[in-house]
């Protein structure tokens, strides 16, 4: 998810530069909230559970052209059998091994995803507006429905969720930077941390609103764009915030904003979180253990400069 809400500068510079151009996005079904009501966006396709039905309704459409924004297998088979000009993101997928396995930073790019995003459409002529990323709510929800009288006013959003183990800060660490924190917190994330959710609850009381696994994606988005500053780990919702230009606190464990090129993009205020260890970063993506069983990306970092940066 946050590799794709990167892509929506790439559509909008593609509209702006070609108005009367016919636009399309193909990505998965729960990735459509990112892409619904973007205005620059002529058409959404979900891929469909048998790639030759994708393939079909691509073939169907009768393209000019292919932006191929992924590069994996399955764009590479869509590409090879429609036969469609395209232009394709590079991966620079050694460079990142290298500097996984060698810990050598002078292999990583210093260019934001955004950026090498936007050079698949430099031939076009088309250049980086220099704007945020983009997330289109699809309505106006009633904060009154989703949060309690106590956090109708001023609140932080701290997302605790995240797809892998090394992402994620341990409940512990959660419950101290919020202790510390003088604003009412609404937690969110998804069903798989609802146990931890229950327990920061549980030590924090009524300071803390959970809504992990009761509201769907649009509606989370919709409670981080009326918070007064965000905290969230490496995940898909902390880097939708980026969007609404909330002060964010961006938490880093096993993986690194360098190496995946998604430091906060286009916003005034943020706090980037990660202590230097020789082990870090382990892994792209996340994992579901710490490799070498200490954890120590997550459990020593400090709390009192996120809760400095949210107190502020």
């Not at 409940?171 to 229950?198: F, M, S, T």
């Not at 898909?236 to 906060?264: D, M, Q, R, Y």
């Amino acid at each position: 998810m946050g590799d794709i809400i990167y892509t929506t500068p790439v559509v909008r510079c593609l509209k702006q530069r070609f108005p009367d151009a016919e636009i399309h996005f193909l990505t998965k079904e729960q990735f459509k909230y990112i892409y619904q009501n973007n205005p620059y966006l002529t058409k959404l396709h979900l891929l469909k559970p048998r790639l030759f039905d994708t393939i079909s309704s691509i073939k169907a459409e009768q393209f000019d052209l292919i932006i191929d924004l992924h590069n994996n297998l399955r764009t590479s088979i869509i590409k090879a059998v429609t036969r469609i000009p395209s232009s394709t993101y590079k991966k620079d997928r050694i460079h990142k091994w290298l500097a996984l396995k060698f810990k050598w930073s002078r292999f990583i790019s210093s260019k934001h995803l955004v950026d090498r995003y936007m050079d698949t459409v430099k031939f076009f002529g088309v250049e980086n507006d220099g704007k945020p990323i983009d997330y289109y709510i699809s309505k106006n929800y009633d904060i009154q429905e989703l949060l309690p009288p106590s956090h109708h006013q001023k609140f932080i959003t701290f997302i605790i969720g995240a797809t892998h183990f090394t992402k994620r800060m341990p409940n512990n660490q959660i419950i101290e930077i919020c202790r510390g924190i003088n604003l009412p917190i609404v937690l969110l994330g998804g069903a798989d941390v609802k146990e931890n959710a229950l327990e920061i609850k549980a030590a924090l009381g009524d300071q803390v609103y959970d809504t992990c696994g009761s509201i769907n994606l649009d509606q989370s988005v919709f409670l981080v764009s009326k918070a007064h500053k965000v905290i969230g780990f490496d995940t898909g919702l902390t880097h939708i915030s980026e969007a609404f230009n909330k002060p964010l606190a961006s938490i880093w464990g096993g993986t690194t904003p360098e190496l995946l090129g998604v430091s906060p993009y286009q916003i005034s205020d943020s706090l980037i979180v990660g202590i230097e260890l020789p082990c870090r970063p382990c892994s792209k993506f996340g994992l579901e253990q710490c490799p070498l069983g200490h954890f120590k990306c997550m459990k020593n970092i400090p709390p009192d400069p996120i809760v400095n940066f949210i107190n502020s």
